[in-house]
């Protein structure tokens, strides 16, 4: 099967699907309420195991990374090192978020094969490790998450909550990240628009040389010109994609 363009697709601006993994399978994100997450039901393809979404997504449309959200490590802290490292095998990279709250733990992932790591605010537990994260493995594969919920910061450092959103990624673009994601984990699944492109277009005019990603909300290609427009570098899209609203060329 010839594989699908995106329409509009630049190559400057980059859609990244995304793998919610949980209890073995592949699930809709739904507003951050993790306990309302069910496998996917995909136009792409019926089943809901990792490897056959991946494998639907490389058949289907014209992919070069992939973001991995490994629920089962970030909720329980029980990583799925053996299915990422099966992921890895196929031709495409691998962002990661297994809720990281050490070089240990970052250290696994490289080995299995993830080639950017996400450093989320909701797991770190201070600015240093993230320091001590980039020194390690490179600025180019950690992206630190600025993780919200309704627009709210979620951060796991006592020295974050009391900061904003821009002052928390200026703070670690001080430590050393050039990568960023800007995730509202309410809009996730919900197909009501990305809410952080203000945060976006405020931090890309203090940040101009660094690479942004946004995720959350996305309801069509509209949403992801809206992203482009805003600065983005990538956009990660899931239900989108598994129910058809985002358009591809033939």
């Known amino acids: 099967m010839e594989p699908l363009d995106f329409v ?5 601006m980059e859609i990244i699907p995304v793998l919610d993994l949980f209890g073995g399978v592949v699930v809709r994100g739904v507003g951050g309420r993790r306990d309302e997450y069910r496998p996917i039901q995909s136009l792409l393809t019926t089943d ?18 992939v ?24 031709p495409v990279e691998l962002m990661g978020d297994s809720g990281v709250t050490s ?14 790591i996400i450093a989320a605010s909701e797991s770190l537990p201070d600015a240093a490790m993230l320091r001590e994260l980039i020194d390690r493995f490179s600025s180019e594969s950690i ?7 309704g627009g709210e910061p979620v951060v796991a450092a006592d020295e974050l909550k009391s900061m904003d959103q821009s002052q928390i990624v200026m703070k670690a673009a001080q430590a050393g990240a050039t990568q960023f994601l800007l995730l509202d984990l309410a809009d996730v699944g919900e197909a009501n628009g990305v809410r952080t492109l203000p945060l976006l277009a405020r931090l890309r005019t203090e940040l101009p040389a660094c690479w942004f990603a946004v995720g959350g909300g996305v309801r069509s290609m509209n949403d992801v010109f809206a992203a482009q427009q805003a600065g983005a570098d990538a956009v990660l899209v899931a239900s989108a994609l598994h129910d058809g609203r985002i358009a591809f060329q033939q």
């Open 8 to 12: 509009g697709k630049d190559p400057a």
């Open 48 to 65: 809901p195991s990792p490897t056959a979404v991946l494998d639907a997504f490389l058949d289907r449309l014209s992919v070069q990374t």
């Open 67 to 90: 973001y991995v959200a490994d629920l089962d490590a970030i909720i329980h802290g029980e990583p799925n090192l053996a299915l990422i490292s099966e992921l890895a095998r196929r």
């Open 103 to 116: 070089v240990l733990q970052a250290q696994s992932l490289c080995d299995a094969g993830v080639t950017r």
């Open 143 to 149: 992206v630190f998450s600025m993780d919200m919920k």
